[in-house]
Nanobody
Framework: QVQLVESGGGLVQAGGSLRLSCAAS????????MGWFRQAPGKERDIVAA????????IYSDSVKGRFTIFRDNTKNTVYLQMNSLKPEDTAIYYC?????????????????WGQGTQVTVSS
């Protein structure tokens, strides 16, 4: 089993920045991939970014490419999402997810484990 705990959400003005953290525990993650998803009210969860734990290969949604960066600290078993130039449309609950395959998947059902989510609100 893998447990995931997100933190770092909050309120920020448009143009500001936040850094989300996802702390993972339970087993070795060397063969895992980690993803960030988000869900706005009334909408489905969508991919934001993902990264392979071992190789650090990344993917990004087109809507955040160039503004957000996903990275990991292997010594802390923690994955981060650095969010810059935030827009009101980035407002959502952000979820950390993990899959037991070392490929950064695009789809929600690619992932086996999920955190509880952290709220990000961007004011205009």
């Amino acid at each position: 089993q893998v447990q995931l705990v997100e933190s770092g959400g909050g309120l920020v003005q448009a143009g500001g920045s936040l850094r989300l953290s996802c702390a993972a525990s339970g087993r070795t993650l060397s063969n895992y991939a980690m993803g960030w998803f988000r869900q706005a009210p009334g909408k489905e969860r969508d991919i934001v970014a993902a990264i392979t734990w071992g190789g650090g290969r990344t993917i990004y949604s087109d809507s955040v490419k160039g503004r957000f960066t996903i990275f990991r600290d292997n010594t802390k078993n923690t994955v981060y999402l650095q969010m810059n130039s935030l827009k009101p449309e980035d407002t959502a609950i952000y979820y950390c997810a993990a899959r037991s395959v070392p490929v950064a998947g695009w789809r929600e059902d690619n992932y086996n484990y999920w955190g509880q989510g952290t709220q990000v609100t961007v004011s205009s």
